[in-house]
């Protein structure tokens, strides 16, 4: 299981440059003003315990599929740690993309749930050519809400695969 992880952070690292012509968002200011000016996720942003925002994931597939993308957690809008995302996949999925990834947090029950590390999620269906907007499911499922905005790419995909996140505490 561990040669498969590697295997899938090493044809993400390979194929990641597919990702190079899509629009970038580096700021974390710009990435929450994206998400806010949706209708649909305005409610979460005033009603969450808290907040989980990936400005930029890169992700690449050729059958095998991987991404990853660097955050930050928030709570009564303040940081209060950092989290990494690393996502493994496989099926049918071809191509690359650059998105931004939100992650509600109903309760602190959620939250602390995935400050341990014990958050998870997958199973998806997509297609993403050029620029989309945000998607999302718009209640909260096992205490959380996840939403992401496409900034580009060219990706085909249905495959089979999960999220994992590490969450460091700001110091």
């Known amino acids: 299981m561990k040669m498969f992880r590697w295997g899938l952070l090493l044809v993400a690292l390979l ?52 991404a990853y993308g660097e955050g930050q957690v928030y709570r009564n809008g303040k940081v209060t740690g950092t989290a990494n995302l690393i996502h493994g996949s496989i099926g049918f999925q071809w191509g690359g993309q650059a998105y931004s990834e939100f992650i509600f947090f109903k309760d602190d029950a959620a939250i602390a749930n995935f400050r341990r590390g014990n958050f998870e999620f997958g199973a998806q269906a997509s ?15 096992k205490g959380v809400a996840v939403f992401t905005h496409a900034a580009g790419g060219l990706m085909v995909e249905g495959s089979v695969g999960g999220q994992r996140f590490t969450y460091v505490p700001k110091q």
Request: charge should be neutral.
């Open 15 to 66: 194929l990641m440059p597919l990702t190079g012509s899509a629009q970038q968002v580096q700021d974390y200011s710009k990435a929450k003003n994206a998400f806010r000016s949706s209708p649909e996720v305005r409610w979460f942003f005033e009603n969450a315990y808290g907040y989980a925002l990936f400005p930029v994931v890169g992700k690449a597939a050729l059958i095998i599929g991987g």
């Open 127 to 141: 297609a993403v050519a050029a620029t989309a907007g945000a998607s999302a499911d718009t209640s909260y499922d």
